[in-house]
Every structure is written in C-alpha cells, then in structure tokens.
C-alpha cells in the first residue's frame, strides 16, 4: 500500500473523521512552530500535511459510539411485514452513513398489535422522529439512554424477537 508523503485537509478530515474546519485550525496552530518542509501551501491554495505530522491531528478524547434506546407504539395496527418497510423508508430517508437502526417487533398483550423497540446510533433524532411520524402517520414514542446495551438487548429479544439491523 502506497502512502503519500503531503495530505491535504481533506485527506485528514476523512481519515480522523472531523471537520474540515477543525483540520485547518489544528494547522493554523501548527504553523507557527512547523518548517515549511512539513507544512505548506501548494500552488492551488490547498495545504499540504507531511505524514510525520498526522499524530498531531489524532482526538484528544475518544468519542463512544452511544446508542439510545426507542421505544415506538404505531397508533394502527401495523404488519410486521409493514413495520419492515417503514423502517427500511426511514433508514434511506435519513441519508446519514453513520445511521444504525437496530429494531425488533413485539406483540403487546393487551390488544395484539405490533410496536417496536429500538436501539439507535444516530446524530439527528429531531429528522429521525419527523421521519418516523411519516413513515407511521401516527406514533407514541419513548426516548431513553442505554447504560446496559447487553441487557436492553435480551430485553427486546425476549419472546424470542429477531432484531433487525439497518446500518452500512
């Protein structure tokens, strides 16, 4: 595997996954005490990153990939093959590579209609709601933090559920 010697912001940007932003002020810092040999603008304006250089762009605190947990009770009584398909809507429909739904459907006793329950890793619930009312027309919806994910797991997988994975 070939590695380049120069980076540009963008290279960096995608391998650390940040902003492009905080790229360019991480190297405004850097300017100051950085010889042009590692650090320099080409002739397109674009700045280029020596490799040797890369560990200054690593997080400072490693982000957790949290999941929370949802809880969604569609006000119709929907098919499991229906909840499928809504589900697979909303998934496309939120456009987002760091999206993971993970679902399974369950029975309540009182009246047998079908609701789901949710783990989720998402960065814009707001859409994701919004998304979810289409997709169902009408839903009541429980939001909560996960601190046990092993455990929310068997819970939803309880009576047996499969749970369904929508990621990339």
Partial sequence: MQQNEYLTVKEISLKYDMSARNVRRII??????????????????????????????????????????????????????DINVVMKFVYEQMDNNMLELNYSVEQKKSNNQ???????????????????????????????????????????SKEGNQITTLKN
């Fill in 114 to 156: 079908n609701h789901l329950h949710c783990y989720v890793k998402c960065s814009d619930k707001k859409k994701l709601i919004e998304l979810l009312k289409l997709g169902f027309s009408r839903i009541s919806y429980h939001e909560s933090k996960i601190f046990d994910l092993d455990g929310w797991k068997q819970y939803i």
């Fill in 28 to 81: 405004s810092n850097l300017t100051e005490n950085c010889s042009e040999a590692t650090l320099y603008k080409n002739k397109n304006h674009e700045w280029q990153v020596h490799h040797l250089l890369l560990p200054k762009f690593k997080p400072q605190r490693t982000r957790k990939n949290k999941y929370y947990a949802l809880s969604i009770d569609p006000c119709a009584n929907y098919t499991k093959s």
